[in-house]
């Protein structure tokens, strides 16, 4: 059965950072474009940043530049999404997919990690 | 501020049909294609459309896409009341380098 585990909700402070992490069972995630993906309480969705294969390479949007990395360790098939500096306009759900074969719709999806930002 | 145009809300009644539109630029609905998402309650969203109109294995055919111009929708024939969900359009934007989305309708039936 495909899976993909995100890890546990997380509350930190304003000027912090939180690490999410994305597991896949199996190969799932080996071959495949990984994106991060927001959504604060009652909006819409929004994309953080991609990491490719290999890990080699990544994308991130202009509002995170700066305060985001993300980085995958091959030999677990896990991801990671660092954001540092937390607002609290940064509490929201952060989801990681991934980008399908030949298109651009996130086929497979992590079940979320909420992230609370508060002082 | 979302970068595509989605209604906050729409409704139907059990077996009718209902749309939702999703309305882009040039840069984005305009030069790539749309993928529609459905997200449940409390769950993360699920692909529901890709590649404008083409439906993953399992997804009903109640569900239908389109795409003309700068804009596309989202068909949803016989509804059912577990098509109570938020529904959420997404394309490439060229001028971003990365998808954007809509804000996403909240569909209700009645």
């Known amino acids: 059965q495909v899976q993909v585990v995100q890890s546990g909700a997380e509350v930190k402070k304003p000027g912090a950072s939180v690490k999410v992490s994305c597991k896949a069972s199996g190969n799932i995630f080996t071959n495949y474009n990984i994106y991060w993906v927001r959504q604060a309480p009652g909006q819409g969705l929004e994309w953080m940043g991609i990491i490719n294969p290999s890990g080699g390479s990544t994308n991130y949007a202009q509002k995170f530049q700066g305060r985001v990395t993300l980085t995958r360790d091959t030999s677990t098939g896990t991801v990671y999404m660092e954001l540092r500096s937390l607002r609290s306009d940064d509490t929201a759900v952060y989801y990681c997919a991934r980008e399908g074969t030949a298109t651009t719709a996130f086929d497979i999806w992590g079940q979320g990690t909420m992230v609370t930002v508060s002082s | 501020q979302s970068v595509l145009t989605q209604p906050p809300s729409a409704s139907g009644t059990p077996g009718q049909r209902v749309t939702v539109s999703c309305s882009g630029g040039?840069?984005?609905?305009?030069?790539?294609?749309v993928n529609w998402y459905q997200q449940l309650p409390g769950t993360a969203p699920k692909l529901l459309i890709y590649?404008?109109?083409q439906r993953p294995s399992g997804v009903p055919d109640r569900f239908s896409g389109s795409k003309s111009g700068t804009s596309a929708s989202l068909a949803i024939s016989g509804l059912q009341s577990e098509d109570e969900a938020d529904y959420h359009c997404?394309?490439?934007?060229?001028?971003?380098?990365?998808?954007?989305f809509g804000g996403g309708t909240k569909l209700t039936v009645l």
């Open positions: 040039s840069s984005n609905i305009g030069s790539n294609t």
């Open positions: 590649t404008n109109n």
């Open positions: 997404a394309a490439w934007d060229d001028s971003l380098n990365g998808p954007v």
